[in-house]
Nanobody
């Protein structure tokens, strides 16, 4: 069993930056992918970014590519989402997720992940 705890959310002005962290514990050796999703009120949860654990391949949603960077620190069992050039439309609750098995594909659906954190709120004002 994997446990995930997110941190780093907050309120920023448009154009600002935040770095989200997701600390994993438990059966971290079983993780094949970790991803970030976000959900705004009244909208479906959408894929933001993912990283594979074996090859450290990364994938991004088109709406954030070039602005966000996903990375990991194996020593700390932590995945990060560096968010630059934030826009008001980035406002959402951001969730970290882990998948327990997988191939070197991009997994972008929420039902493709096994474990979820509680999420952290990101608000971008104009």
């Amino acid at each position: 069993h994997v446990q995930l705890v997110e941190s780093g959310g907050g309120l920023v002005q448009a154009g600002g930056s935040l770095r989200l962290s997701c600390a994993a514990s438990g059966r971290t050796f079983s993780i094949s992918h970790m991803g970030w999703f976000r959900q705004a009120p009244g909208k479906e949860r959408e894929f933001v970014a993912a990283i594979s654990w074996s090859a450290s391949n990364v994938w991004y949603a088109g709406s954030v590519k070039g602005r966000f960077t996903i990375s990991r620190d194996n020593a700390k069992n932590t995945v990060y989402l560096q968010m630059n050039s934030l826009k008001p439309e980035d406002t959402a609750h951001y969730y970290c997720a882990a998948r327990s098995s997988g191939l070197e594909f991009v997994y972008t659906r929420k039902d493709q992940y096994d474990t979820w954190g509680q999420g952290t709120q990101v608000a971008v004002s104009s």
